[in-house]
């Protein structure tokens, strides 16, 4: 069972910033695609932001340009810095990863989905 951690959560004023980390293990031969999602109570878990193992990032409309995504590969890890957080941002923040080949690499967890606990966010108006 793949462990995934999420940290970096806390409560600002609107305004403020954070930044969210995300720790996957690793696996041999295994890269990852690593996304942020959201959830407050009551509601369906919503995606806010990925970026896939080549790189490239997506945000949701909500998020995008206050939002940036980032990621180490040597350490597995991907990064959530949140700008300009509003009070509409608050909510319990999860990575996802989904384990993918590597270059030129077979991963026998291909397409293996796990989630991390969450990290809470409060932005106070």
């Known amino acids: 069972q793949a462990q995934v951690v999420e940290s970096g959560g806390g409560s600002v004023q609107a305004g403020g910033s954070l930044r969210l980390s995300c720790v996957a293990s690793e696996y041999a031969y295994c890269t990852s695609d690593m996304s942020w999602y959201r959830q407050t109570p009551g509601k369906e878990r919503e995606f806010v932001s990925g970026?896939?193992?080549?790189?490239?990032?997506r945000y949701a409309d909500s998020v995008k340009g206050r939002f940036t995504i980032s990621r180490d590969n040597a350490a597995n890890t991907a990064y959530l810095l949140m700008n300009s957080l509003k009070p509409e941002d608050t909510a319990m923040y999860y990575c996802q990863t989904i384990l993918r080949h590597a270059a030129r690499r077979y991963c026998r967890y291909n397409g293996m989905e796990y989630w991390g606990k969450g990290t809470l966010v409060t932005v106070s108006s």
């Open positions: 970026v896939l193992s080549a790189g490239s990032t």
